[in-house]
């Protein structure tokens, strides 16, 4: 109701909220999926009131042959025509909710599909095109002269390589998901479209089963060919190709990480030896004034006698130059 919300009752005044083409792909298969639930609820009650009509007639046939009275005969005659009657308008409903389902399989989910794959055409193109450009870059810098670039791995170096590591592993398991989404997907339609080209009949003699559905729908077509083109797709390479290239990266991620703990260790290293030089100097310093000014020296080659703690203190610093 137009007023209800607020709105001008002018014919040509058109809803943009009720309109058709702001369906989207989701809210379309929601619709049909309302629409097959109501037509199984249909069906179901339809198959039950066939039965419950076809053991009246049973039972109307066996009152005739025993010669019961007209009094049961009119009962059970009238049983029937009722039950006869709601089973046809039934079927009437029921031929409306085929038609609905069929007018958006073909108005609304295929023009919904070419859409997708028309999408999908041009997003492949454009990564087709990237995927050139980073080739031409990947071949440019191999001839770029490395020999004089930093040799070890920096701590930002080491970032990007995780960066870029994750970044494949999550290419691969995306590109694994899309792939196999679509191709669940489209299996699905099929099996659906299967299930909805079949016509639904009635084994009563009046022929009140719905009509005949169209068996060769434009959208059966798109399905079939999407469905033989995505089985014929060599995806397993493109994956086996991501997934080889993000363990490259894993391993050097864990090069990297050797190189840079070798490298704190030395850096440790390299404190810990300047550490016990100065404290050795410190040490040096004090101890040969103290000597000196005690005047207990004995001249060795450089003046200075190297007694048992010298020498001590000295071999502290070279294991250190060693490590």
Request: glycine share 2%; charged share 35%.
């Amino acid at each position: 109701n137009r007023s209800f919300r607020g709105l001008t009752n002018n014919e040509d005044f058109k809803d943009d909220f009720d309109s058709e083409e702001n369906e989207t792909h989701a809210t379309v298969l929601d619709k049909l999926l309302a629409w097959e639930k109501k037509l199984y609820d249909e069906v179901k009650a339809g198959e039950i009131m066939k039965f419950d009509y076809q053991r009246k007639v049973a039972l109307l046939n066996k009152q005739k042959k025993r010669g019961s009275s007209i009094e049961s005969l009119e009962k059970t005659k009238a049983a029937v025509s009722h039950l006869h009657t709601r089973y046809i308008v039934d079927m009437q409903s029921m031929d409306s909710t085929v038609s609905e389902i069929n007018r958006l399989r073909d108005e609304q989910l295929y023009p919904k599909l070419v859409a997708l794959v028309d999408a999908m055409a041009m997003m492949w193109n454009v990564m087709r095109e990237h995927h050139e450009s980073q080739k031409k870059m990947a071949d440019a810098l191999r001839l770029v002269d490395i020999s004089q670039s930093t040799k070890e791995t920096t701590d930002h170096h080491h970032e990007r390589t995780i960066q870029l590591w994750v970044v494949v592993q999550e290419w691969h398991t995306q590109f694994d998901k899309m792939v196999n989404y679509q191709k669940e997907y489209i299996r699905a339609l099929n099996s659906w479209l299967k299930l909805n080209l079949i016509p639904i009949e009635s084994s009563l003699k009046e022929k009140v089963s719905s009509p005949p559905r169209a068996q060769n729908p434009p959208i059966q077509g798109l399905l079939l060919a999407w469905h033989d083109l995505l089985e014929k797709l060599p995806d397993e390479h493109a994956k086996s190709a991501i997934f080889n290239f993000a363990a490259v990266l894993h391993t050097i991620v864990q090069q990297q990480e050797d190189e840079l703990k070798l490298r704190a260790k030395a850096e440790e290293s390299r404190r810990d030896l300047e550490k016990k030089r100065r404290q050795f100097e410190k040490w040096y310093h004090e101890y040969t004034e103290k000597r000196m000014s005690a005047n207990e020296m004995e001249p060795g080659e450089d003046g200075i006698p190297k007694d048992e703690l010298m020498v001590e203190r000295e071999f502290v610093v070279e294991n250190a130059k060693k490590k």
